[in-house]
């Protein structure tokens, strides 16, 4: 649960704080929740 707090960080801040996100913040959240579940379930 923890290791998708990346993408819920990204959207509060889009929806609280109006922040533009960017492809490149999409990318960033995505490789590191698929990195954290890599690293537990292999």
């Known amino acids: 649960m923890s290791s998708t ?13 109006h922040k533009l996100v960017t492809a490149r ?8 929740v698929v990195g954290i579940f890599l690293l537990f379930v292999v």
């Open 5 to 17: 707090t990346p993408i819920f960080a990204t959207v509060s801040g889009m929806i609280f704080l």
């Open 25 to 32: 913040n999409v990318a960033g959240s995505v490789m590191v």
